[in-house]
T-cell receptor, first 113, second 112 residues
């Protein structure tokens, strides 16, 4: 299940199940969104992105859904594997300058073998 | 293809010391940035650059300086280290503001 810990929201899923990680973004003017995966001791890695003129985009085993009405982004991971255990961040870009990229606090995903 | 390379990986400083965190990318990206990552918080932008010779402040610039003399390199200087600067620092680069950023492996800095 999902819980809010002292630092990061955490999500525990059984291997093979689907995972859904949610993100509420802050600025209705944001026009570009990215999901990153960060494994322990490493830098964030790009997973998938979506622009504001779309509401869904699919990659390999991952799907991003964008709901602009409620400013909500979700990342769905199909058939979750142990290698998916990591912290997942959403990022939104709301302006013409680089300092308008805002990262969410992240969600920690644990996959139970 | 090395991507984004940060050095050092770990560093311990005494309060008041200065140091430079190095960042280099080999992808010919115009955009480079420095973030700090603290427990329970998302990445926070310190400084960024949209090209050689151009730098600007992010959300938390105090206590840090940057320069961008070449496209490849974007060093971050801590002027007088403070315990509040204990954090993990990430350098990133991208070809444009609306494309994915490539991150380095991070520098874990402890100020005692």
């Amino acid at each position: 299940g999902e819980s809010v810990g002292l630092h990061l929201p955490t999500l525990s899923v059984q291997e093979g199940d689907n995972s859904i990680i949610n993100c509420a973004y802050s600025n209705s003017a944001s026009d570009y969104f990215i999901w990153y995966k960060q494994e322990s001791g490493k830098g964030p890695q790009f997973i998938i992105d979506i622009r504001s003129n779309m509401d869904k985009r699919q990659g390999q085993r991952v799907t991003v859904l964008l709901n602009k009405t409620v400013k909500h982004l979700s990342l769905q991971i199909a058939a979750t594997q142990p290698g998916d255990s990591a912290v997942y961040f959403c990022a939104e870009n709301s302006g013409t300058s680089y300092d308008k990229v805002i990262f969410g606090p992240g969600t920690s995903l644990s996959v139970i073998p | 293809n090395a991507g984004v390379t940060q050095t050092p990986k770990f560093q311990v400083l005494k309060t008041g010391q200065s140091m430079t965190l190095q960042c280099a990318q080999d992808m010919n990206h115009e955009y480079m940035s420095w973030y700090r990552q603290d427990p329970g918080m998302g990445l926070r932008l310190i400084h960024y650059s949209v090209g050689a010779g151009i730098t600007d402040q992010g959300e938390v610039p105090n206590g840090y300086n940057v320069s961008r003399s070449t496209t490849e390199d974007f060093p971050l200087r801590l002027l007088s280290a403070a315990p509040s600067q204990t954090s993990v620092y990430f350098c990133a680069s991208s070809s444009d503001r609306n494309t994915e950023a490539f991150f380095g492996q991070g520098t874990r800095l402890t100020v005692v």
